[in-house]
């Protein structure tokens, strides 16, 4: 036998199907990997650029991920007063805007990325870590709802008397709601078209763009949210003095983070070059799926 045939009866992870499988294995290889070799050393080393540049944005826009946390507990903390449940239903309102941003921005923001923070990782293990980060974003943000519904419906006025205050009255609670009720549905759809074993691979191709723009919708939607309702917070919270407070300057700060971590994760996500590569495991597991 020649040694090219050899070799490609090497790839091959089985007899079966050998036709169907060595085409993908020959896409594969003359995709990206194509051409002379100088051609191909230009590219690695482009692609190894492309990855350092990734890595210093990737680690940067987690800083800032943290950093907009610890702001957000610094307001709450040293001028808001803290946490409480409900035995002070005012106090309890700040687990709202802390949850919240924990878990549809911050963990959100962190599901999208998991592919590409994680790119050596195996596909499978992302895919459950990916849903896994959104279930955690989910009960966070279902504690948020019960803590600003709590701190509304258990509103007392100055002599202690019942005073509920109206709930989902302002755009800030529309949009939430919207958000929310939108992340379930692309929650349950993600888990149908990529974790059920049973769905043909052909409809996840199809689903597949559909999946990563409605995340993005989502997570924007989220940062939107989360932005109206720190204005609305502090709107309602500080004094309205011609000169700008010490909490004005903060929560300006936190705003100003929100929207550079929110920048960067879509730089990210939807830069060309920062994109996963393609690996053999991929091809042989999308190989297995349409076998099927």
Known sequence: MPESAAADRRLLPNDSDADGNLALRRDWETGDEGGSLVGRVSRMEVEAQNLRTFTKVYTFTQILG??????????LVVY????????????EFNWHPIFMLSGMVFLTANGLLIYRG????????LKVLHALLQVAALVFAIIALVAVLDSHNLHTDAEGNPAPIPNFYSIHSWLGLTVIILFCCQWLFGLISFLYPGLRQSLKDWYLPLHQFFGMAVFLGAVVTSLLGISEKAFFAMPLISTLPSEGALVNCL??????????VLH?????????RTTE??????????ME
Not at 80 to 91: E, H, M
Not at 255 to 264: Q, T
Not at 268 to 276: I, M, N, P
Not at 281 to 290: C, F, N, R, S, T
């Open 80 to 91: 808001r007063g803290g946490f409480a449940w409900r035995s002070n239903p005012g106090l």
């Open 118 to 125: 994680f790119r050596t990782e195996r596909k499978p293990k």
């Open 268 to 276: 990210l996500v939807s830069h060309s070059s920062y994109k996963r």
């Open 66 to 75: 943290v950093l907009m946390l610890v702001l957000m507990t610094v307001w």
């Open 255 to 264: 705003c100003m983070v929100v929207v550079l971590f929110a920048g960067l």
């Open 281 to 290: 495991e991929d091809v042989l597991l999308a190989a297995g799926a349409y």
